[in-house]
């Protein structure tokens, strides 16, 4: 079965410090994984696309792995500030059709406190 | 930022109403979505498009319809709103090449 987990659930830091968002998928065959942000009551927006061959892809304070052997991605925020707090979803998509399914986690909510 | 917009942001209605979630896009998308999402679950889409007159059903089962008369614009309706209807409903655009989605800000629907 075609899955995407994501851990841990919730997460509290302190501003400045760093972390790491985890997502493990099952999903086969596999075309890309993105990660997005969202913010409470906001939609999500598009925070990196990483296709089979990338390894890591930067957004500003944000930079995102792929392995994709190991079927494994990280998010990892460095010196976070208190706008990140938000929701971090991770979203597969397979190429078993034209289409390009997509697989969503449930998201890792991200708490920043000054 | 995304140039997709939905109305409204939040609708509070009694049960048997009619109601219609409006989402417009301005990319010129051929693909538009909309997904439902709950609190601390992940997003399940409802209804998929790909372009004028193609609407499809999408993996969660839904009472709603949806129609795509115009490239930009493609409303969601609920002829007869539920409490289980009660929900977060986002709307999605993407155009070719990698299929990146753009959200807009979502709808929250509150039937009593």
């Known amino acids: 079965k075609n899955q995407v987990e994501q851990s841990p659930q919730s997460l509290i830091i302190l501003e400045g410090k760093n972390c790491t968002l985890q997502c493990n998928y099952t999903v086969s065959p596999f075309s890309n994984l993105r990660w997005y942000k969202q913010d409470t009551g906001r939609g999500p927006v598009s925070l990196t696309i990483?296709?089979?061959?990338?390894n890591t892809k930067s957004n500003g304070r944000y930079t995102a792995t792929l392995d994709a052997d190991t079927k494994q991605s990280s998010l990892h925020i460095t010196a976070s500030q208190l706008s990140d707090s938000a929701s971090y979803i991770c979203v597969v998509s397979d190429r078993g059709s034209t289409l390009g399914r997509l697989y969503f986690g449930r998201g890792t909510q991200l708490t920043v406190w000054p | 930022e995304a140039d997709i917009y939905q109305t409204p942001r939040y609708l509070v209605i009694g049960t048997g109403k009619k109601i219609t979630l409006e989402c417009s896009q301005t990319m010129g998308h051929d693909k538009m979505y909309w997904y439902q999402q709950d609190p601390g679950m992940e997003l399940h889409l409802i209804h998929y498009?790909?372009?004028?007159?193609?609407?499809e059903k999408g993996d969660l089962s839904s009472e709603s319809t949806v129609s795509r008369i115009r490239t930009e614009h493609f409303p969601l309706t609920l002829e007869s709103a539920r409490p289980s209807h009660t929900s977060q409903y986002l709307c999605?655009?993407?155009?070719?090449?990698?299929?990146?989605?753009?959200f807009g800000e979502g709808s929250r629907l509150t039937v009593l």
């Open positions: 990483m296709t089979f061959s990338e």
């Open positions: 999605a655009s993407s155009g070719r090449g990698t299929g990146e989605l753009f």
């Open positions: 498009s790909y372009g004028v007159n193609s609407t």
